[in-house]
């Protein structure tokens, strides 16, 4: 015997089945998505929870590297990098300044074999105080275990899969949850914890009010994905270097993004990066000693044309002067028509900045704000920065790391609801609509999803295509 009851060819649904049937059809697929989305959902609440304290734990776990007695002046720029690449062998790539007053400067160096190492150097008494593996910090460990990274694009694909249908998830239910003249499990929850109802009510109370953050939380991390955000990318930026409308300005570009610098803000992802003018003919670059054996040039010692090249302590202090924030980080040169990129990305939004110096004249090639970009790069901006917990200071990592441990509850509280209610020895899957046409208008929407959402409509084909060939099966009793 079956849960369903398929009507004949020729039979008339009445209103109240067709209403009955659309609850099915809906509660079907409701239940797919969670099968899909709620395991996702409990790493991205737990890993996403504490990456919005990520300031706070790197301060306490690596307090060794980071934390410095505040002195009365600090060292030049150029006398940290040299203590940096005495304890690690090696060329300078980058520089970042210590984002207060209590904290180090941080000098990345690629070693002899190859490899990126972060120096961590105390800036009022030029000692070298330790190092990690660049993003080699226990949160840089969280992220890539949010992002999926540490396992490859194709593993990241399923959290933009899991995105997609979180939004799904959270439509259908509440679709599901709407009151239809009850009272209880609307806002309420009822029975004990032994009871399938207090894990219904439970769910269903929790789902309404999280619901709303968990679509948030998958539309801002949309843009990180591989394919649909890759995509979206190109489309926003992909034009003029991928620089915001306003900032254009008749300079050589190279063939190099920022991206490939480091981190940087999505609007800026593609964005090419200036060569200085001044290089070019008989310019190359003075080899170091250490860097031989992995193949990369040192990018501390120029010589192009006769013409020097500026030091990094009259770039910090260009940098300064132009009102970058606290705790910039500054590429070097990379070649003799490589620049100085300047570029900070703090909690402030409007604080964000870009800035390119030619290495020869220390002059502004390109200078880029959050105030330039487009309407559409302030607002995913504007959302990534809530979805980090950055834009509104402690209050907004307090609010959301609550939201991560509702978005558990409700996870948890799906699984011992299923796993009460299924039959045993069965997956327990919602029964078919008495009228399996009912099912058209629910898919039909479900399309539209998956042409706006590629990978999502390419899981979607899959899940019809095993619900076709199970319906009439024991996943289906």
């Known amino acids: 015997m079956t849960d369903e009851a398929v009507l004949l060819p020729g039979e008339r649904v009445n209103a109240g089945q067709r209403a009955a049937d659309l609850y099915r059809a809906v509660w079907r697929w409701h239940f797919y998505a969670g099968l ?125 899969i899991a995105a997609g249908w979180s939004i799904l998830l959270v439509a259908t239910g509440l679709y599901l949850w709407w009151p239809r003249g009850r009272n209880g499990g609307v806002l309420s929850v009822r029975g004990k914890p032994r009871q399938r109802i207090f894990w219904r009510d439970t769910h269903a109370v929790t789902g309404v009010v999280v619901g709303g953050v968990i679509v948030f939380l998958a539309i801002t991390g949309m843009p990180w994905s591989n394919v649909w955000g890759g995509k979206i990318n190109e489309w926003a ?55 031989g054996h992995g193949g990369h040039e040192s990018t501390t010692i120029v010589e192009a044309a006769g013409v020097d090249a500026v030091g990094i302590d009259r770039v910090v202090e260009k ?24 570029s900070v990305y703090p909690d402030d939004l409007s604080q964000q900045r870009v800035v390119h110096l030619d290495q020869y004249t220390g002059e502004p090639l390109l200078d880029a704000s959050y105030a330039d970009y487009g309407p559409m790069g302030r607002a995913l901006e504007f959302g990534i920065n809530v979805h980090l917990g950055q834009e509104f200071g402690l209050t907004n990592q307090i609010i959301l790391a609550i939201f991560c441990l509702g978005i558990i509850l409700l996870s948890v509280s799906a699984g011992v609801m299923w796993w009460k209610r299924r039959p045993s020895g069965r997956m327990g899957v919602p029964p078919m609509p008495s009228d399996p046409r009912i099912l058209h208008g629910v898919v039909a929407i479900l399309i539209i999803g998956g042409i706006l959402f590629p990978l999502v409509g390419l899981s979607l084909i899959i899940i019809l295509v095993i619900d076709v060939m199970t319906r009439r099966t024991v996943l289906s009793k």
């Open 36 to 160: 899909l989305v709620l395991p996702f959902l409990v790493s991205l609440s737990l890993t996403g929870g504490l990456y919005l304290f990520k300031d706070e734990i790197d301060r306490a776990v690596h307090s060794d590297l980071f934390v410095v007695e505040q002195g009365a002046a600090t060292v030049a720029p150029s006398q940290i990098i040299d203590a940096a690449t005495a304890l690690v062998p090696g060329a300078a790539v980058k520089f970042t300044t210590p984002p207060d007053r209590t904290r180090s400067a941080e000098v990345t160096i690629v070693d002899a074999g190859g490899a990126r190492q972060a120096v961590y150097v105390n800036p009022y008494t030029g000692k070298a105080l330790g190092t990690l593996p660049d993003r080699g910090t226990v949160m840089w460990v969280v992220r890539y275990l949010h992002s999926l990274k540490f396992f490859g694009p194709y593993a990241r694909a399923l959290i933009e």
């Open 319 to 342: 940098f300064e002067t132009l009102g970058l924030h606290p705790g910039f980080a500054i590429v070097l040169p990379n070649g003799p028509t490589g620049v100085y990129s300047g």
């Open 237 to 291: 930026n992909g034009n003029n270097f991928g620089y915001p409308a306003g900032v254009r300005v008749e300079v050589p570009m190279s063939d190099r993004k920022l991206s490939e610098n480091g981190l940087t803000a999505w609007s800026m992802e593609q964005a090419q990066i200036p060569r200085s003018a001044h290089a070019g003919h008989d310019g190359h670059i003075a080899q170091d000693p250490h860097a």
